[in-house]
Every structure is written in C-alpha cells, then in structure tokens.
C-alpha cells in the first residue's frame, strides 16, 4: 500500500500562484471541451478497469504526419546555419490545423501533469520525477507564448516559472548555477526556465562577461548540472526557439507600433540584435558541447508561432508519456471509506 506524502514536505522549489487566462474565449472554449472529453474517457476506464481502451475516444484529425522530436534533436554534425526558421518538421498542417491540434492534445498534457503530481504524494519509484522546460532564444523568439498556450494549459498548482536575467550582486558572489538551484522544479511539477543557465555562456561569451577559460569550463559544468538532475528523475527538455533577422524585426516593429504591446519592447533588444552572427555563433557552441544524451537540444523553427507552440507541446507531451506513471493507488481501504461516505 502506498505511503501518502505530507503537503507539507520539503521539496526542489515551490509552486506558481499564477496562471494566464487563454488569449481568446474560443481558445478557451477548445481546451475545455478536451478537458471534458478525457475527463468522460477516464471515468469510463474506471468502470471498465479490465478494457484499457475503455472510453478512449476517437483521436481527433491531426495534420501531424511525423514525429517531430527526432526531427528537432540536435545531434552530430547539427549547423544552426543550415537550419530553416519557416520550416514546419512533421506537420503539413496550416495555422489553423495547429491550433486546433495544440487545443486538442492540451487535454493530455493536463490529465499526466495530473498524474505526474498524485504520483509525487505517494511514496514509490514515481515519487521523485519531474519536468524541466530549458526555453532559450533571441529576443521575441516566442518564449512567452509557449509558457501561455504549452504551459499555461495545465493546472497552475504543478507549474514553477523562473526568468534568469542579469545576475544580481548577490547571485554574482556565488558560481553561477546557485541561482538556477534554487528554482528547480519539486517532485511532481513541470519547471519552465524562461532564459536559463545558458545566459551564462552566451551573453557571458558574446559580451565578455567572463574571461575565455571561465567560459570554457562552465559547458562541462553544465553537463554534469544536467545529468544530475536526470539522475534524480528530472526529464530536461531543452528547446532553442529558431527565428531569422527579418522576422525578429517585424515583431520589434509590430511591438512599437502597437500600444498594447509596447511593454514588451526593450531598446537593449536592438543591441542584441546588432550582435546577431555573434550569438548565432555562441549557441552554435553550445549545441556542439551541451546537447548530450541525458539532456539534448532541440532547435524549434519560430517563424511561425503557432508551429512552434505545437512543437513544443509535442516535445513536453512526449517527456510526460515517457514517464510510464499510473494512478497511484489509495492508501486507504476503498469498501470501507464508502461505507463511511453511505452512514455519514
């Protein structure tokens, strides 16, 4: 019989209060009826325990014909250089196909970020998993949008957000991972890391904010970070949102022209956007020296965000089921806690 875990343990960090609402009632409208329909399957497997396929219900039309995550993995001889930001990797879908496939899998990703948090209550080899989501990409790349269409579609309870900008002076007195620690997702949570660790070594490599050989070091230094937190049962999904020049200035553009995204725009954005080549080079480095095999890259074309979005989702839902969880089981006695329920 498993062992329930006090609310009150201690864990890898804590949960977000927030949640963004959906950018429009009939984004709104599309997650909650998939909600509803895997709710209606998930009671009718509880009827029929003996039928896995009890109240499965029909999967939707997809315009997905390949498994993106392969397609997307950084692996040997990988050149940012020779990638294309307006590709759609295994979808032959238009923008309207892949809306309605992110509403429709949100459903799934919701039901095991469930699972994956009951499972972190209970005492059992499913205890310790997690989800860490790495999003790195030049300004406007589309971070914020995966976190309110990819992320924002599950439960808030069992979502932490951490944005790593300039270090303060206290997170300068100590190695440059003691920040990024302290915003490890807990047990049961999924962790989204808008900018991350990498700053460290692509602003701190482009901009020479350390000397070339406290660079070097710090790659094998994130190697081993990563492979930590594998070991402890945190799935790194680690994702470089993948835009051009032209694009990136188009959405500046679009962000000073209109009032009601004007917030969003940084004048330093353009000095970053000055220094392009030099970061494309830098993430060039950090593809060749950190996308291992415990925690490797994945290189999102952006052009197009409701691709990316997708893809994303894709990536995350892929960590999820590859996490096997069930329900875990009570810890009390069913029979008699329904007599219970009947006298009372």
């Given amino acids: 019989m498993a062992t329930k875990k006090s609310k009150g343990s201690k864990s890898k960090g804590s949960k977000s209060k927030s949640k963004s609402k959906p950018t429009s009632e009939e984004q709104a409208a599309k997650v909650k009826d998939a909600k509803a329909q895997a709710a209606e399957a998930e009671a009718q497997r509880a009827k029929n325990p003996a ?16 498994d993106p995550t392969p397609r997307l993995r950084v692996g040997a001889g990988f050149r940012l250089s020779d990638t294309d930001t307006r590709a759609t990797p295994g979808y032959e879908g238009r923008k309207s ?6 509403a429709s899998a949100a459903a799934e990703v919701d039901s095991l970020q469930e699972k994956l948090f009951a499972n972190s209550l209970f005492e059992g080899p499913d205890q310790h998993r997690s989800i860490l989501l790495v999003l790195q990409g030049m300004d406007s790349s ?23 900008k300039k270090p303060t002076d ?26 991350s660790h990498y700053e460290d070594v692509l602003a701190g490599r482009v901009l020479n904010l350390a000397s070339p050989e ?33 694009e990136q200035k188009a959405r500046l553009g679009a962000r000073l022209e209109r009032p009601d995204k004007q917030w969003k725009y940084n004048p330093n954005d353009i000095d970053s956007r000055l220094l392009w080549n030099q970061y494309q080079d830098a993430y060039q480095v950090v593809f060749d020296r950190t996308s291992t095999e415990a925690a490797p890259w994945h290189v999102v074309p952006a052009d197009h965000k409701w691709y990316a979005r997708l893809a994303v989702q894709r990536l995350v839902l892929d960590a999820l089921q590859h996490l096997h ?5 009570a810890d009390y006695d ?3 806690e329904k007599a219970r329920l009947a006298a009372s």
């Fill in 325 to 329: 969880q069930s329900w875990p089981p």
């Fill in 170 to 195: 206290e997170e300068l007195s100590h190695d440059f991972l003691w920040r990024i620690r302290k915003r490890l997702p807990a047990d049961g949570q999924i962790g989204v890391f808008d900018r």
């Fill in 334 to 336: 069913i029979e008699v």
């Fill in 214 to 246: 406290e660079i070097d070091g710090r790659y094998g230094v994130i190697n081993d970070f990563e492979r930590e937190l594998t070991e402890q049962g945190t799935t790194v999904v680690k994702v470089f949102l993948n835009i051009s020049p032209d």
């Fill in 97 to 102: 196909d892949g809306e309605r496939d992110l």
């Fill in 142 to 164: 589309g971070k914020g949008g995966i976190v309110r269409h990819v992320v924002g579609s599950v439960d808030p309870g069992g979502v932490t957000h951490a944005s790593f």
């Fill in 51 to 66: 039928d896995p396929t009890a109240g499965t219900p029909a999967l939707p039309a997809t315009a997905w014909v390949a």
